[in-house]
């Protein structure tokens, strides 16, 4: 989670300064969320994550010096530089893939869920998305063929109560999300999010009913983003109050690990020490590889 | 060589492809009965309802669902009832199965095959929104292959490469020609992408023509051998894309008179693109200006005389022919 905070604190701060080509959409208030999903599940479960994925990637293992070498458009990156920060993909550790395509990610959970099934593996599929894309036909659809061939997916909604500026309250008709699985017959859980030992176990629940055989879940996971949707978005002002940040932030994910005692300040501390290390010589990684030649814009079109 | 049915060569295809490979599955809409046209009728029998099944109408979620089936190793084939539809499919095939590969930096692929009926059916009238020929859409998209096979033979050929490409593929299937015969070899008979066929030879003009256009095409070139004492060139384009640029120039450079023959509205179809082509590539042999037969900038009402009004036949090549010799 350190990690994941870090990563993302670095890149906005590099992108800041100019030195990121493409934009950026972090994860900053949210970690406890991909972490804690990622953590239950085994090295050849597949993640699939959206425009807001990078505590996915982390939590799942991909290594942050690729993954910054991939923001930074250095032919280093996790796609060489082709995907930026949007459609990240690390295949060795199950993650197809970050998606630019609001609600396109749950469709193609179930033809990995099918794939699944159909070769009896015993593996599972995680499917990030949030309360915007819930309101995407693709999702709906999805949902429903996912319910009805019981497939081992899990879909991963993160409810950061805005789809950009617009918040749910305006959009969407009922308070808790998951009460639309039971529409799809399958079970719903809204799970508060800030509390990575509760994401955990929710997600725990979901995993083992999906290797048992009986399909997807849909698990709510309340939760904020500290800051704007994007670079270019002021934390709070247009559309939230700084009152209601700050309320967010009280009940802080890491914070509230060190108020569990869940680990000691001495034990948080080496961890934040190894983070700010790694990230440090991601950036340098990323920074000394040079960008794709420009010919390569011609590879990789076709398989 | 056995004599069979479009119908018939595409189902050859799916059954020699999913005997020799279990990676394959075929699915969609109606797909356990074969509804609307038929095609994939009995493979269920063979298969199980495993490889072959019925999914919900959900046209968005069935590409999207093959795009990861195939992003894991499998090779879905899947259908969209009619090509129409194919625009509640838009992103699943643009934004993902036509950029898994280049976004992953090569890293994955998505072999998955997409097939539709395209066009009009002649003997019964679809109307708007059953009748279009949206091709020139999917050729604009980088990633994304298209094969528009013209008779039975090319059908099965088509498929198969189709279904073995690691690349995703639209395979357009055209009502018009489902019930046409042809003979097809048998076994293995794999035709590759972006080779053009010269369905017939000729050297005073060429017609080039996509898919339906094809038969009226060597039709018309019967007339004007026969009354006009003309020999023309019929070339079938067979995939969009990738597009066989040389062959397209180099009858042209042979023939040096071009129509282009297809079902689409003309604006912004496939004809405009081969015009193009020859223009920037090939002007300087042409004797006369490039003449386009298509269809009317309308949509296709659901009657005779309306669709016949619309669908280009065989007397409108055989007049673009001939204007090419004011």
Not at chain 2, 1 to 18: N, T
């Amino acid at each position: 989670m350190v990690t994941a905070r870090l990563f993302d604190q670095a890149a906005e701060d590099l992108f800041g300064k100019g030195r990121l080509p493409s934009s950026i959409h972090t994860c900053i208030g949210e970690e406890a969320v991909p972490v804690g999903v990622c953590g239950v599940l085994k090295d050849d479960d597949y993640v699939l994550t959206t425009h807001r994925g990078h505590g996915w990637f982390v939590g799942k293992g991909a290594p942050v010096d690729r993954m910054m070498a991939e923001l930074l458009g250095r032919s280093t990156g996790l796609c060489k530089g082709k995907s930026g920060s949007m459609h990240f993909v690390w295949p060795e550790k199950g993650l197809l893939g970050s998606n630019g395509i609001v609600g396109a990610g749950p469709p193609i959970a179930v033809g990995i869920g099918m794939a699944i099934k159909y070769r009896k593996k015993d593996q599972v599929v995680v499917v990030q998305f949030g309360d915007g894309a819930s309101s995407e036909g693709s999702v709906h659809e999805a949902m429903n063929m996912a319910a009805v061939w019981k497939l081992p997916v899990i879909f991963a909604l993160e409810n950061n109560g805005y789809a950009i500026s617009v918040s749910s309250r305006c959009v969407i008709s009922v308070e808790h999300l998951a009460v639309r699985a039971a529409g799809y017959g399958m079970p719903g859980e809204t799970v508060d999010g800030m509390d990575v030992v509760a994401v955990v176990a929710a997600t725990e629940k979901a995993v083992k009913r999906a290797r048992r055989g009986d399909g997807p879940t849909l698990l709510e996971f309340d939760t904020y983003r500290y800051h704007g949707h994007s670079r270019g978005d002021p934390m709070h002002g247009p559309y939230r109050t700084k009152e209601e940040v700050e309320s967010w932030m009280a009940k802080d994910a890491l914070k509230l690990i060190l108020e569990r005692g869940l680990v000691t300040a001495e034990e948080a501390a080496d961890i934040e020490q190894g983070a700010r290390a790694a990230i440090a010589l991601a950036i340098e990684y990323a920074e000394s590889s040079p960008e794709p030649a420009p010919e390569e814009a011609l590879e990789d079109i076709w398989a | 060589m056995p004599e069979m049915s479009y119908i018939e060569a595409i189902r050859e295809a799916f059954v020699e492809e999913m005997r020799g490979d279990d990676s394959i599955i075929v699915y969609g809409e109606d797909v356990r009965l074969g509804y609307a046209f038929g095609v994939t009728r009995g493979l269920v029998d063979e298969f199980g309802p495993e490889r072959s099944f019925d999914s919900p109408m959900s046209e968005a979620a069935i590409v999207g669902s093959a795009v990861g089936a195939a992003m894991v190793g499998l090779r879905p084939v899947v259908e969209i009832q009619f090509s129409d539809f194919l625009t509640l499919t838009m992103d699943a095939l643009v934004n993902q199965a036509a950029k898994v590969h280049y976004m992953s930096g090569g890293r994955l692929k998505a072999p998955l095959v997409v097939r539709a009926p395209f066009g009009t059916v002649g003997v019964f009238h679809g109307g708007p929104q059953h009748s279009q020929s949206l091709e020139s859409w999917f050729m604009h998209v980088p990633g994304l292959k298209v094969a528009t096979p013209s008779t039975p033979a090319d059908a099965k050929g088509l498929l198969k490469t189709a279904i073995r490409d690691d690349s995703p593929v639209l395979f357009c299937e055209y009502k018009r020609l489902y019930g046409t015969k042809g003979f097809v070899p048998e076994g293995e008979h794999l035709v590759p992408f972006g080779k053009a066929d010269i369905k017939r030879q000729g050297t005073h003009a060429m017609i080039v023509a996509t898919a339906p256009m094809v038969a009226k095409a060597l039709a018309a070139a019967e007339t004007l051998s026969k009354e006009d004492g003309l020999d023309v060139l019929v070339l079938d384009m067979r995939t969009l894309s990738p597009l066989d640029k040389e062959s397209l120039i180099a009858c042209a450079r042979k023939t040096n008179r071009v129509v282009i023959a297809e079902e689409d509205c003309k604006t912004g179809g496939v004809g405009g693109e081969l015009a193009a082509i020859l223009a920037e590539e090939a002007i300087d042999c042409l004797d006369a200006p490039i003449i386009r037969v298509a269809g009317i900038d309308a949509p296709i009402g659901a009657t005779r005389s309306l669709e016949d009004f619309f669908v280009p036949d065989e007397k409108r090549i055989i007049d673009g022919v001939r204007r090419l010799f004011g």
